[in-house]
């Protein structure tokens, strides 16, 4: 059976990280500063999130993408609020 989504493009993915990693924001799940600077699999590095779940009807679009850690992310997965994250000295 054929999906009735369209295939998700990594050179759209690819833009809209590049437009959001430019703008330097914290990141929108916890509010903490990002270090854009990080490797991709550190926890506290710069991923995109879609703020309403691609898994809960969201858009691939840019309006939908904000900036949050790898972390933060992980743990928000495909809700639509995210659990609060706390920030101590360990990622527990």
């Given at each position: 059976m054929?999906?009735?989504?369209?295939?998700?493009s990594s050179?759209?993915?690819?833009?809209?990280?590049?437009?959001?990693?430019?703008?330097?924001?914290?990141?929108?799940?916890?509010?903490?500063?990002?270090?854009?600077?990080?490797?991709?699999?550190?926890?506290?590095?710069?991923?995109?999130?879609?703020?309403?779940?691609?898994?809960?009807?969201?858009?691939?679009?840019?309006?939908?993408?904000?900036?949050?850690?790898?972390?933060?992310?992980?743990?928000?997965?495909?809700?639509?609020?995210?659990?609060?994250?706390?920030?101590s000295g360990?990622?527990?």
């Amino acid at each position: 059976m054929a999906s009735s989504k369209p295939a998700r493009s990594s050179a759209q993915r690819d833009k809209f990280r590049a437009r959001i990693k430019a703008t330097k924001a914290n990141c929108h799940i916890c509010g903490q500063p990002i270090d854009y600077t990080l490797t991709w699999l550190d926890p506290m590095s710069f991923v995109v999130d879609h703020v309403i779940p691609l898994a809960k009807g969201g858009a691939d679009r840019i309006e939908n993408a904000k900036a949050a850690h790898r972390h933060c992310n992980s743990k928000k997965r495909a809700r639509l609020i995210a659990p609060i994250v706390r920030r101590s000295g360990s990622l527990g």
